[in-house]
């Protein structure tokens, strides 16, 4: 899916996931699958173990390791999804929100 902005830029709902996880007020409400997509889409390996979704990637030294909780992505797991993305600028030009 992909929205128009005003300005012309093409904003995918990838996008506004992104801009939603940098801004860090809706942790709570970041949908665990949609949240699983997005890491992949930046190049991280992804295995399952059970319930446990593992992520990894060249270059970054942290694993992460989510759940699902009813759905959605655990808040205190978006908080350090949000610390690797801005820790290795794997954002792009947004992740200085």
Request: charged share 30%; with cysteine; hydrophobic share 35%.
């Amino acid at each position: 899916m992909c929205l128009r902005t005003g300005e012309g830029d093409a904003v995918t709902k990838r996008d506004k996931l992104l801009r939603r996880i940098l801004a860090g007020r809706a942790d709570a409400n970041i949908p665990f699958q949609e949240l699983c997509e997005l890491l992949q889409w930046l190049g991280f390996e992804q295995r399952v173990r059970g319930s446990h979704h593992i992520f990894a990637k060249d270059g970054v030294e942290e694993i992460l390791n989510l759940q699902a909780k009813e759905g959605s992505a655990k808040p205190y797991q978006v908080k350090q999804v949000r610390g690797v993305i801005l820790r290795y600028r794997l954002g792009g030009e947004d992740d200085s929100l």
